[in-house]
């Protein structure tokens, strides 16, 4: 028996002495580097520009604002007192200075610090007229007693210093019917001597 043998070649790009190309490497990424975090300090910035009034920290239930009364000049000149006139109202006696001009009327008690009990001022008009009164620059409470022409007193009430109420709420104190005259005395004065509606002054004057 014959035998054939076969010799089988396989063909190659490259001799075995050529080098053999290998794919590139790839370039390694460095990794991200890890950062640690640092502590960053907490600074609390408390507003110079807020005004004393307002609370950095608003209360929960808004409240409303109270008024302090103001308390009256203590440095005021002392106004001499001319008594004028002499009258009897209720069961009391007063001396009365007189105010019947425009600027003694304007003036009235402004700024006197006190009165004694039983001294007063009267206003007179020139006729029967609605009154108003206020206590603008008037430190002292006071009773007021509205009387017409022939002096009976159709208005008895109680007025309240300026330095007492918001300057915004100054009320005025309107005489109930017409008067020609005006008394002021201090406040409780009207209520200790008595002084009611209906009542009639007696009047004399001694200038």
């Not at 300057?167 to 104190?173: D, M, N, R, V």
């Amino acid at each position: 028996m014959t035998v054939i043998g076969i010799v089988v070649f396989t063909a190659c790009t490259s001799s075995p002495s050529d080098p053999v190309e290998l794919p590139p490497t790839p370039t390694p990424v460095p990794l991200a580097a890890t950062v640690t975090p640092t502590a960053i300090p907490i600074v609390t910035v408390i507003p110079t520009n807020i005004p004393s009034h307002v609370p950095l920290t608003p209360s929960a239930t808004p409240q409303r604002p109270r008024h302090t009364p103001t308390p009256p000049p203590t440095s005021l000149p002392t106004l001499a007192i001319v008594i004028e006139a002499t009258a009897t109202l209720g069961s009391c006696d007063f001396q009365l200075e007189i105010a019947d001009d425009g600027t003694e009327r304007s003036r009235g008690l402004m700024h006197r610090e006190s009165m004694p009990m039983n001294q007063g001022m009267l206003f007179v008009y020139d006729f029967e007229q609605e009154l108003n009164f206020w206590m603008k620059n008037t430190l002292i409470p006071l009773d007021i007693a509205f009387l017409n022409d022939d002096l009976e007193v159709v208005d008895v009430q109680t007025m309240i210093p300026e330095h007492e109420i918001l300057p915004a709420l100054l009320p005025f104190y309107t005489s109930a019917a017409p008067a020609k005259f005006a008394l002021e005395v201090n406040a409780g004065v009207a209520e200790d001597c008595g002084i009611t509606p209906g009542d009639t002054m007696t009047l004399t004057y001694t200038n």
